[in-house]
């Protein structure tokens, strides 16, 4: 049991006690404020790990085990997408199920690089694959100039050789918090864009785009500016990839599945092989 002190009743004893009142609340505020500090910030997303291209598509639009290419009026070449989640890949594997190319998450944020980045990137590459690598968008974190930054110094460049895609911006529901990251749509407009424009200063090519429709219409308010110059890299787990936001009048890329033969989630590129030979080549 703690030491109880006696109660003083002189007027020195009154002060006495106040002056310890306030110190037990200047000790709990300080107590709050420290876990405060301690919780997890924009800026240091708390499970990185998890946030993946369509890590969150599922939970807010569902998905059907419907197959895909009934519909569909062009050939369409096999590929996947990995981040951390899947850890080393074999790849002479994914190539032997079908694997023509592959996008890779390199970072998040301004904090996060995905610790499987060279075995995935690097060993995509070496199986004979066309890759690319992409960021997971915490629009509010920083900005969008700041991200992509941070995103080409950390995997998300490209070369002319033929065999890299261009680097790929994955914005989606956000996986802490306010679907559209507390953003206007006029702000995410405008953080879309500082994104797009330093990628494409840095790298010499516009990154794609992965979304959703309803993603995109809700936070952007469906804006139309990006079609001429960002590839679609859309979402959707269907049969087909229905209503592409406004401007687009194709999808390059349609994530059509969260799981199947390949690691991590299924894609299909919108033609044959030697178009996705041409838009690597830019």
């Not at 390949?262 to 830019?282: M, S, T, V, W």
């Amino acid at each position: 049991m703690p030491h109880r002190a006696p109660v003083l009743r002189t007027p020195a004893g009154s002060l006495l006690r106040a002056a310890l009142a306030a110190a037990t609340t200047g000790a709990l505020l300080l107590g709050t404020a420290t876990l405060a500090q301690a919780a997890p910030s924009p800026s240091h997303p708390s499970h990185p790990e998890r946030d993946f291209a369509g890590s969150t598509v599922a939970a807010h639009e569902g998905r059907s085990a419907a197959a895909p290419l009934a519909s569909l009026a062009v050939t369409q070449t096999l590929g996947n997408d990995v981040s951390s989640w899947q850890g080393n890949v074999n790849w002479s594997t994914a190539k032997a199920n079908g694997a023509r190319f592959s996008y890779v998450k390199a970072t998040e944020g301004t904090s996060y690089t995905n610790p499987y980045f060279a075995q995935q990137y690097n060993g995509s590459y070496n199986a004979g694959l066309i890759r690319g690598a992409y960021h997971f968008a915490l629009p509010n974190n920083s900005s969008g100039a700041t991200q992509a930054t941070w995103f080409v110094n950390h995997g998300g460049g490209w070369s002319a050789d033929g065999k890299t895609l261009p680097p790929a911006l994955d914005i989606e529901y956000n996986p802490y918090g306010a679907t559209c990251y507390g953003l206007s749509q006029s702000a995410m407009v405008s953080w879309i864009r500082s994104f797009s424009d330093t990628v494409h200063s840095r790298t010499g090519r516009y990154p794609a785009i992965y979304t959703t429709t309803n993603w995109w219409q809700q936070c952007t308010g469906n804006n139309a500016s990006f079609a001429t110059t960002n590839p679609l890299w859309l979402a959707r787990y269907a049969s087909t990839p229905g209503t592409l936001p406004a401007g687009w009048t194709y999808q390059t890329i349609w994530q059509f599945a969260d799981s199947g033969p390949l690691p991590g989630d299924q894609n299909y590129f919108n033609g044959a092989y030697d178009r996705l030979q041409a838009l690597a080549k830019g």
